[in-house]
């Protein structure tokens, strides 16, 4: 296998910042048009990660009936949510990305962060490879996946190997598997939620809605199902619930397999004849707005409460640019950084290496 050729390096300068983060989010089409959609979910379905069903057989489905269809229907759905600035994922981790830096730079560690999409632009490797470029030799990357799961967390992990399988001088790399029950991710939940309740009032019951995944998973050892549910029952903990008020849901289902119960929508609907008339809805495990979030829950679950007899939706955003959510993402990384040199430099230091590239480059 051929090696992709390393950038230029000048011998005795190093770079002033060598220590990067990389945030990885799952990915979005490029516009919410049929042909941005296709080679959205043309890439994203082909996972193996995502679909494990025999190979050819996938694909035969995937590229004869699937791409046919439903890349219409879902750039549809992304209109709806999308913003003047794009996709409101891609948005959102921008800023994450931005912010985190900011708050890595206010504890004193001397890192770069970047962010990159698993699907779609800008892709993990073109990430890794601008890194590269600036001097990078050491990559913490940070799924932006509070609960683990092999079709987002390891497909994060694949899609590094796979750079890494194709580079000659592999940075070292650590990599970030889950934060579900991290203190002050679920301190930063709890707080949205309060803040919400201030706001707008609250409703009868929380309910807690993460993205669905086929049940076989869980029988097969994904550890996601189990996360989940101590996600909630953490964040119900933060929030004094009793049993009675809080509710794990799982939504996004795709195919005719059974997956992960109970499911959000129809749960919603269940509870509104029941005669629940208010309940507020999080997004737990998204850590930024996106279409499940704005459109699948915002728009379609709150259509199916209050058809079904409920008076009262509310959706609570993910902690997408939240202080909270921010300082425990910080944190997060911070305790994974352990170790790695990442001090800011004394001033005399970074004069010294000002000094030997300028002299580096007249001797050129």
Not at 53 to 58: F, M, V
Not at 249 to 270: D, I
Request: charged share 25%.
């Amino acid at each position: 296998m051929p090696f992709l050729p390393e950038p230029p390096h000048r011998h005795g300068v190093g770079p002033v910042i060598d220590t990067a983060v990389l945030l990885c989010n799952l990915g979005t089409p490029d516009a919410p048009t049929t042909p941005a959609l296709r080679r959205y979910l043309a890439q994203f379905l082909a996972d193996p990660r995502v679909v494990e069903i025999p190979r050819l057989i996938w694909l035969a489905i995937l590229h004869g009936i699937i791409l046919r269809v439903r890349p219409a229907k879902s750039a549809a759905k992304y209109a709806t949510v999308w913003t003047p600035e794009g996709s409101p994922l891609k948005v959102w981790t921008d800023k994450q990305a931005k912010l985190l830096q900011g708050q890595l730079g206010e504890r004193g560690l001397r890192v770069r962060v970047a962010f990159a999409m698993r699907y779609g632009q800008p892709s993990i490797a073109a990430t890794l490879d601008a890194l590269k470029r600036e001097g990078v030799r050491r990559v913490l990357v940070l799924p932006a996946y509070p609960q683990y799961s092999g079709a987002t967390t390891a497909s994060v992990i694949d899609d590094v190997a796979r750079w890494a399988l194709q580079t000659r001088h592999v940075p070292e790399l650590r990599f970030v598997n889950r934060y579900h029950d991290d203190p002050a991710y679920i301190g930063a939940l709890a707080q949205t939620v309060r803040e919400h309740w201030q706001r707008e009032g609250r409703g009868e019951k929380l309910v807690m809605s993460f993205h669905g995944m086929p049940e076989r998973t869980l029988h097969l050892g994904d550890p996601y199902h189990c996360e989940c549910l101590k996600t909630g029952r953490l964040l119900a903990e933060a929030l004094g619930l009793k049993d009675a008020e809080w509710l794990v849901t799982f939504q996004s289902r795709f195919g005719k397999a059974k997956w992960l119960e109970p499911y959000t929508e129809p749960s919603l609907v269940k509870l509104a004849k029941g005669g629940l008339k208010s309940v507020d809805v999080i997004c737990p495990g998204f850590s930024a707005d996106c279409l499940e979030t704005l459109e699948e829950i915002a728009q379609e679950a709150r259509t199916a409460f209050l058809a079904a007899g409920g008076q009262r939706f509310a959706y609570i955003p993910c902690l997408n640019d939240h202080p909270a959510g921010m300082r425990a993402l910080a944190k997060l990384a911070e305790r994974h950084l352990q170790g790695w040199p990442t001090e800011v430099p004394h001033p005399d230091t970074l004069a010294l290496q000002r000094q030997r590239a300028l002299a580096a480059g007249a001797k050129e």
